[in-house]
């Protein structure tokens, strides 16, 4: 009977709770989710997931040091290449807006907006190499020579020169000018019988020189097709925790390249497209040379300017025509100040316009990393000597105030007024505001 009974009473609470499912099946649903959802992870707590065992500050410092040991190893064996590599990501930098613009415009794919890039940058240059490259050498290599020649005759232009001075009363025969026109004799000789030396080798190694051409393309070429049409994605870096300080860095580093390959390329062009037109007009033998030389000059403070104007000196000096018949010595007085003119004008004008005073280097630093930089990757270290020294700058700044646990971005001031160099102008006008002050004062007395 009461066997009876307890299996009619469970029967009763099974029907009972048959009937409460059947009342509430959202109900029932969630409690069976739920009761899986415990075992799951339960059983999950049974098995922990494998870890990877953490390298404790010995370690890290130990494969630190081999990672930065093995890439000094693989600079000093692979020097040559470092040059080509920078060029092709400058080149690829530069060539990335022409295939954006490309690539919107005719609504192909970037890859191909790449490829039609790169096909006519190929093209060109074939031509421009088949028709004029030959001949513009060969007129680098004839100012050379020329230039060399006529600094066997420097004792005779200094000579000249006291001679033109005695006329104005300027007496100079204290200075000892054979000792002056042999030091100037050497250090001429030494500069330009370099340079003659690496237009020579440039001349003799074309095949070397085009096929480092084609190999700075093809980089270039992959590394903007990769890119997917994001600028960031030429060199991407990834570290955990400095996904700030690398889109900084990032920010920075393209501010000052920007500024550079923009900047610096468009005032080549122009100082090279105005010296060759007024030299041509002038009459001045090796007027594409003398363009090319003023140029680059642009690239080095101090020294550039000077070697250009001591070769566009001598050129003038010597060469048989002088324009109108003037006397040698007034007609390379003549081109020589106009060529201070144009460059008092870039300095003064188009640069500081077209630059904006991004880079933020002082010139003299400037020099000695063109001199260094020269050394190691040789005329492609002359031209990027300013941005280099400019990254270099920044990556330095970072770390000495990352270690002195300072914040590495501080707010940039900008410079006061009072604080930028005058140019030469600026002093001109000065100068002439206070003649007419002093002119109004002495009216006015």
Known sequence: ?????????????????????????????????????????????????????????????????????????LLVRFHTII????LAFVFSYLIHPVAGVLSHSLRISWRAAVGIVFLVILVVLLSLLALGGVGLMNQVQSLIAFVQSSLDKLPTIIEDVAAWGARFGLDISAVNLSSVSDQLLTMGQTIFGRMGS??????GGAANFLGWTLFVLLVSFFVLAESDGLREGILKVDIPGYSEDLRRLGQELGRIWNAFLRGQII???????????????LGVRYAIGLALAAGLARFVPYVGPAINWTALALVTFFQPFKLFGMEPLYYTLMVFLVALFIDQIFDNLVQPRVMADALRVHPAAVLVAAIVSASLLGVLGVVVAAPMLATLQLFGQYTVRKMFDQDP???????????????????????????RRKLRKSKGA
């Open 1 to 73: 009977m009461r066997r009876n009974a307890s299996a009619s009473r469970y029967s009763i609470l099974g029907e009972r709770d048959a009937a409460a499912d059947n009342a509430f099946p959202d109900k029932t649903a969630s409690l069976k989710t739920r009761r899986k959802k415990l075992k799951l992870r339960s059983a999950m707590a049974e098995t922990p997931p494998p870890s990877s065992p953490q390298w404790n500050s010995t370690t890290k410092l130990v494969v630190a040091f081999t990672f930065v040991a093995i890439v000094a190893a």
């Open 409 to 435: 971005w501080p707010e940039r001031k900008p410079r006061s007024a009072a604080s930028k160099r005058r140019g030469l102008f600026d002093r001109i006008n000065v100068w002439l505001r206070a003649i």
């Open 267 to 281: 005032i080549f062009f122009l100082t090279f497209s105005i010296y060759f037109i007024v030299l041509s007009v």
């Open 198 to 203: 690496l237009l020579s080798a440039v001349a």
């Open 83 to 86: 040059g080509p590599l920078l």
